[in-house]
């Protein structure tokens, strides 16, 4: 059973910093390029960043670039999301996905595995 694993979310004054955690299971995760979503209310999902499976290719929103770093650790089957700088306009459920191609995070596309979420909070 593949399952993605949010942690890390929470409640965060404007200008603070939160890493994400997505632990994953039941994949052979080295083989698959990981992204994070987000949904903030009343709004459509959307994308935030994505790493290939090889670790050396990253993409970002332009509405987080400079602010967040994706990373994974193929040896725990995990991967990150470092954002400092929050902004109230980041508050949203994250989300954690996998797919075998990296242009599905970045691309408009919708990858094949998906987690539950974990909630950002930010206060101005």
């Known amino acids: 059973q593949v399952e993605l694993v949010e942690s890390g979310g929470g409640l965060v004054q404007a200008g603070g910093s939160l890493r994400l955690s997505c632990a994953t299971s039941g994949l052979i995760f080295r083989s698959y390029c990981m992204g994070w979503f987000r949904q903030a209310p009343g709004k459509d999902r959307e994308f935030v960043a994505a790493?290939?499976?090889?670790?050396?290719?990253?993409y970002y929103a332009d509405s987080v670039k400079g602010r967040v770093t994706i990373s994974r650790d193929n040896a725990k089957n995990t991967v990150y999301l470092q954002m400092n700088g929050l902004k109230p306009d980041d508050t949203a459920v994250y989300y954690c996905?996998?797919?075998?191609?990296?242009?599905?995070?970045?691309?408009?596309?919708?990858?094949?595995?998906w987690g539950q979420g974990t909630r950002v909070a930010v206060s101005s």
């Open positions: 996905a996998a797919d075998r191609y990296l242009v599905t995070m970045y691309d408009g596309g919708y990858p094949e595995v």
């Open positions: 790493i290939s499976w090889s670790n050396d290719n990253t």
